[in-house]
């Protein structure tokens, strides 16, 4: 037990040590925050000494001028502590802000290597809850951990040392009453906080996936009635959460409350030492007010430690998070030297080919191997589940081959950089992603120097420029949120105009008619065929219609070829295509008799 409290430690230190390494370039505004910040509590404690020392002084009325320096002193702390205050806030928060940008940035750079093999393991609003919330409650380590803590260590000690010279007791008495608040406090506010941040940061995360995973499928919930069961659900994480962030609030109140305590104790502790000392003459009955006053304005450099602790608690819990998806291996490396792209045109070779998506899985893909020369067309072709997807993964380095190789113009790509490989290779994807933008934008994302004759162009090749020129808004109509204002087949068109675009060298189709009509699925095949003519293209598709048009099929089956050839020469046979046409041809309905 022991052990594995001091490995939690540990893993908790090398968490706050690696969140201080990535502040490095902001060290310099940090220092200067912290700077103006003693400058803002020490005006603070100047404030409250000067004053106190002045109100007691002038009630013996004295001359005027011998209190113009405590005056002049009181209106410059008084004024000081607003500036300083000021400048400290500007340039902590940020240095801060500074580094959560670039600790964002990676994030989703990483999350950029890790799409798309790697992101299964992390649901989508768990991962929108680490790149926003999590990322955000990091500031807190810079703003309320670190810079009111070396605060309170510089002032707290001024503040004791003013007090130890003019009455050591009284010292004393400031000194151990900073560390009741200081110390003692936070500590404890820290080890009751650790349990309820954890949970908090947990349910808060399982609560945003929830709602993101409600919304998205809110259809399909309305419409299998299921939709009060994943509200009840909400509801009860909501309840949790919220309890989870009360009992969170209430350590923090607890953490304030010994704070209180103490500072009274410090200003009753100084009154109990002060007046004998007055009585004995060892202190000026003038200094007994500084001594009294001095521990309600050096408490107030204390007063935020307990919360402090608490958003320390926090940052360990939301870093852990956040480093969790930094440190996620990646399911393709790219080498440390590239090898250049070789030149155009491109041939592809795929030999021996094997893959997983796991390290002990079953292999999706075993001992695959055809080759692409420019302009040839393919189709890959299989059941469900016979790794065609996996082999599109492979060829755009989404994926790590376990065996085999693919070359491109003889270069394995593995030796290549993986944007040096996208750009030889696109893919138009069964699920491609529409932004909630126009349609124009959505073409133009391809290329953003295209011309509008250009977007034209690729959108006549998609076979839907006429659609989108019968629209009042044309080119600038809105597409919605995922395309959900356009039909699946205008989706798909959309998708495939945009890869035209980009005129990939080869372009790989992944299922481009899933998910629509058989009767939409084969005019979008036929289209697309007819657009690719002349172009390097693999085609994925468990649609057979058209397939008469490409230079080779390549039938898969649980991950290895079982058939190969032209369409006219595997109808021939009997065989898997044969069976996969005979039962397209039966599915499809029969044509209404004419009127």
């Known amino acids: ?51 106190a020392w002045l109100i007691s002084r002038a009630a013996q009325h004295p001359p005027v001028l011998m209190l113009m320096v405590a005056i002049v002193a009181v209106r410059a702390f008084g004024l000081g502590r607003g500036v300083f205050r000021y400048v400290e806030r500007l340039v902590g928060h940020d240095a801060t802000f500074r580094v959560l940008a670039d600790l964002r940035a990676r994030v989703y750079e990483r999350l950029e290597r890790l799409a798309p093999g790697a992101l299964p393991s992390f649901r989508g609003g768990d991962l929108l809850n680490r790149l926003v919330a999590d990322v955000d409650a990091i500031q807190d380590l810079y703003l309320r951990v670190l810079l009111p803590c070396t605060v309170a260590a510089v002032v707290g000690g001024a503040s004791v040392g003013l007090a130890w010279a ?146 320390l608690e926090r940052v360990r819990r939301s870093a852990a998070r956040v480093f969790a998806v930094l440190d996620s291996p990646e399911p393709v490396r790219d080498p440390e030297v590239a090898a250049p792209l070789p030149a155009a045109p491109y041939s592809l070779s795929v030999r021996d080919l094997r893959a997983r998506w796991t390290p002990n899985g079953p292999y999706a893909l075993d001992g695959i191997s055809l080759d692409l020369t420019p302009g040839r067309r393919c189709a890959i072709v299989g059941p469900s589940g016979s790794g065609k997807t996996t082999l599109t993964a492979v060829l755009l380095r989404f994926l790590e081959p ?109 299922e481009p008619a899933e998910h629509l009509d058989i009767a939409t699925a084969d005019e979008l095949t036929a289209d697309l065929l007819a657009a690719t003519e002349g172009r390097t293209t693999l085609l994925v598709t468990h649609r057979l219609a058209g397939l008469d048009a490409v230079d080779e099929i390549v039938v898969l089956d649980q991950g290895v070829i079982v058939d190969r050839g032209t369409h006219s020469d595997l109808l021939s046979r009997p065989g898997v295509y044969r069976s996969m046409w005979e039962r397209e041809r039966h599915a499809e309905p029969a044509a209404l008799p004419a009127e």
């Open 1 to 51: 037990m022991t052990s594995r409290l001091r490995l939690r430690d540990e893993m908790r230190g090398r968490v706050l040590i690696r969140l201080l390494r990535i502040a490095r370039p902001a060290w310099g505004r940090l220092v200067v925050a912290v700077l103006f910040g003693v400058l803002a509590l020490g005006s603070g404690v100047g404030l409250m000494a000067t004053s």
């Open 166 to 311: 003019l009455l050591p007791a009284a010292g004393a008495v400031l000194l151990f009453a900073l560390l009741a608040a200081g110390v003692v406090a936070p500590w404890l506010s820290a080890a009751m906080a650790r349990r309820a941040e954890r949970r908090t940061t947990d349910l808060r995360g399982e609560l945003t996936s929830h709602v993101v995973d409600t919304l998205q499928g809110a259809p399909e919930l309305i419409a299998y009635g299921a939709a009060p069961a994943q509200l009840a659900e909400a509801a009860r994480l909501d309840r949790d959460f919220t309890r989870a962030t009360a009992r969170s609030a209430s350590t923090a109140g607890v953490g304030a409350a010994i704070s209180a305590l103490a500072g009274g104790l410090a200003v009753w502790g100084a009154l109990a030492v002060g007046v004998p000392a007055v009585r004995s003459g060892a202190l000026d009955g003038v200094l007994l007010a500084v001594i009294v006053l001095l521990p309600l304005a050096a408490f107030e450099v204390v007063a935020g430690l307990p919360l402090a602790a608490q958003y």
């Open 402 to 510: 376990a065996g085999g190789r693919v070359t491109l113009n003889g270069v394995d790509i593995r030796d290549l950089d993986g944007d040096d490989v996208r750009r030889v290779m696109g893919l138009c994807a069964q699920d491609a992603h529409l932004f909630d933008s126009t349609i124009g934008q959505n073409v133009r994302l391809a290329r953003p120097s295209a011309t509008e004759d250009e977007i034209r162009d690729a959108l006549r090749r998609a076979r839907v420029l006429d659609w989108v020129e019968s629209l009042p808004e044309g080119l600038d109509t809105h597409v919605g949120e995922h395309g959900a204002q356009v039909s699946g087949g205008q989706r798909q068109r959309i998708a495939l105009a945009r890869a035209l675009l980009a005129d990939f060298p080869i372009l790989l189709l992944d």
